[in-house]
């Protein structure tokens, strides 16, 4: 992939620097995967639902980490796109997520991409800086429970 690479100077804010660099990088997942029809995001849901599905709602924030209400938005237009479904019961109310073979399908598409967008992420940080980059935002991670 080409792209123009910026030269741009850091903020005095870690907060502001933090929410710039993770927009670029959602900028340059999209980009690479769109192909696919997808988001990274969406992406991510998908993926996460296949591997721990049936899943509810709930399970999934916790296993990704990510904040409830966040991942019912997102999840919203992947089921009117018949990517997801509920599984659950009915009169049930813990929703049981699963993918849809047009679920499958998608993700069957996007993955290949994915991997493309993960290992150009890493040619242009270099090995090293991409294991500095991981532990400080696992570090960075684990000042919230």
């Given at each position: 992939m080409e792209r123009k690479i910026y030269n741009k100077q850091p903020a005095a804010c870690n907060?502001?620097?933090?929410?710039?660099?993770?927009?670029?990088?959602?900028?340059v997942y999209d980009e690479m995967i769109a192909a696919s029809g997808l988001k990274i995001s969406q992406y991510l849901l998908l993926n996460?639902?296949?591997?721990?599905?049936?899943?509810?709602?709930?399970?999934?924030?916790?296993?990704i980490r990510l904040d409830r209400t966040t991942?019912?938005?997102n999840l919203k237009p992947l089921e009117e796109?018949?990517?997801?479904?509920?599984?659950?019961?009915?009169?049930?109310?813990?929703?049981q997520l699963m993918l849809t073979d047009k679920g499958l399908?998608?993700?069957?598409?996007?993955?290949?991409?994915?991997?493309?967008?993960q290992n150009y992420i890493k040619e242009y940080l270099g090995?090293?800086?991409?294991?500095?980059l991981t532990k400080l935002l696992s570090k960075i991670e684990a000042l919230v429970p």
């Open positions: 907060c502001i620097n933090l929410r710039r660099a993770s927009q670029s990088i959602t900028e996460n639902v296949k591997h721990l599905g049936p899943v509810s709602v709930s399970n999934l924030a916790l296993e991942i019912v938005r796109r018949d990517l997801i479904i509920d599984v659950a019961g009915s009169g049930s109310r813990n929703r399908e998608n993700l069957e598409v996007a993955s290949p991409l994915w991997v493309e967008a090995e090293e800086d991409m294991n500095t």
